[in-house]
């Protein structure tokens, strides 16, 4: 009973390793045609690849998984059908664990993008506002983001539960920190410019001709964060 065992595990093998290397290609080539490297890049994902030492592209990444997810679930069968099952439970483990893998995957992506859009966003805003070292709260916007995902994907794959647990102590901690810090040195800039702004008010009426840096015309108005001068080139 066992050469039949074996001439189907053959088989099974063979099948799996076609199929798993068409349905590989297929994902690929799909990502690629949804433009899916160029997401990657935006979120600095093809970097990371590249400084894991993998040549391939984010597309590849993924579909080299979906590859070897056929493979396993037909070297299970195929183990099955030769009647082992100590191996067939180890393959059935790492079956299971795939999808958080690639949900923990998804997490670190979303993540990487949404520090990179909301880095842009405070820096924007911040510098719209006038209020100073708006880099420095970007910085700490995103790379909170991404600490965040980091985190969460650790948690989904269930790595070191203890360590995970104090890594979300230490990183609610390090927010508060950073966002104080951040506060701290951009409130000093803007609470000098409310000064000035005052100082200026007292000393200063609108419609003299001012100097400010480069800049020389008639002062319109005068306010606590902003002031206006109208130049000859308006």
Known sequence: AFLPNL??????????????????AIVTKVLRAVRFNEVADRAEIDTFIEKAGVKSGPSAVVGGIVRWAVYLVFFLAAFTALGLPQVS????SLIAYLPKVVLAVIVLLVGALAGKVMAGI???TLGSMGMGNPDLFANVARFAIIA???????????????VVGALWIAFLALIVGSVALAFGLGGREAASHLLL????RA????GV??????????LVTIGSLFTTIETQEG
């Not at 053959?10 to 290397?21: Q, S």
């Not at 702004?197 to 200026?200: D, E, K, S």
């Open 7 to 24: 001439l189907a595990a053959i088989v099974l093998i063979i099948v799996g390793w076609l199929l798993g290397k068409l349905l590989g």
């Open 89 to 92: 439970t180890l393959i059935n």
């Open 122 to 124: 405070v820096r924007g």
């Open 148 to 162: 965040f995902a980091v985190i969460a994907a650790l948690d989904i794959l269930e790595i070191a539960p203890t």
């Open 197 to 200: 702004g005052r100082m200026l």
């Open 203 to 206: 000393e200063v009426e609108p």
């Open 209 to 218: 001709e001012v100097t400010a840096g480069d800049y020389r015309g008639k």
